[in-house]
């Protein structure tokens, strides 16, 4: 068991129960997109995208990360990345050290010394052109190792989470995470399909269902009348609309 409670130990515990599982399946109804991720693959984009913040951007412990990303399989690499290497999220566009935007809303109002713009192709192709000021984030994430160790151990009571209400440490948020599990009925073993058009709070389709130990069907632009017939396909044990 891990001694410290941080959101990278969290996801760490959660991938290592089985890591060929499907840990993350991804639906976009708008596009016809399904893609399903292991925990382990899952795990290699975290480290990849981490060694991004550490070896590219020279962060860690202390720095702010920006994400103005949707629910998606690629936004869960992201966040976790940034948990793991140390970093507080804020979902805003304020002045931060690092920013991942969606390629669409990629501008310069989105302030930070480095700046990742992610296409969310479905087969994780890189951009065509990365928007002015910006790094392809498929492009640059390839080049760096499937394992990370932060240079610095990430502490319990380091800032995770930045929004308009203060800042949240990695226990606490782990705590709110655990909380959020037992409200929605997300259970050990279980698989939660999320609608994320209705939940689009991380600690919802991402932390709740980590934290619960459980594995999550993310569906964006949401077909409601698709939804019975995918969570028999799936196995859903809940369904958190």
């Given at each position: 068991m891990f001694d410290v409670r941080t959101v990278g130990t969290m996801f760490i515990e959660a991938s290592q129960r089985d890591p060929a599982r499907p840990l993350l399946t991804y639906y976009d109804d708008g596009t016809g997109e399904r893609t399903e991720v292991s925990a382990a693959t899952l795990g290699n984009w975290v480290a990849k995208t981490a060694n991004i913040l550490v070896d590219d951007c020279g962060l860690g412990t202390g720095n702010r990360a920006a994400v103005g990303l949707p629910p998606h399989?690629?936004?869960?690499?992201?966040?976790?990345?940034?948990?793991?290497?140390?970093?507080?999220?804020?979902?805003?566009?304020?002045?931060?050290?690092?920013?991942?935007?969606?390629?669409?809303?990629?501008?310069?109002?989105?302030?930070?010394?480095?700046?990742?713009?992610?296409?969310?192709?479905?087969?994780?192709?890189?951009?065509?052109?990365?928007?002015?000021?910006?790094?392809?984030?498929?492009?640059?994430?390839?080049?760096?190792?499937?394992?990370?160790?932060?240079p610095v151990r990430v502490a319990d009571d380091d800032v995770a989470w930045r929004d308009a209400s203060g800042t949240t440490s990695h226990a606490e948020l782990c705590a709110r995470a655990a909380d959020r599990a037992r409200e929605l009925g997300i259970a050990d073993g279980g698989r939660a399909l999320v609608d994320a058009d209705t939940h689009p709070d991380p600690l919802d389709w991402l932390l709740a269902p980590l934290a619960g130990g459980a594995s999550v069907v993310l569906c964006r632009n949401t077909d409601n009348e698709a939804l019975d017939t995918r969570a028999g396909v799936e196995r859903v044990t809940v369904v958190v609309g």
């Open positions: 399989w690629q936004t869960a690499a992201v966040l976790l990345a940034c948990w793991s290497a140390g970093l507080s999220v804020t979902m805003s566009a304020e002045p931060c050290d690092v920013a991942f935007v969606a390629a669409g809303g990629a501008t310069h109002e989105w302030p930070a010394g480095d700046r990742y713009a992610l296409g969310l192709h479905p087969m994780a192709l890189p951009l065509r052109t990365a928007p002015d000021g910006y790094l392809d984030y498929t492009t640059e994430v390839r080049a760096h190792g499937d394992h990370f160790a932060p």
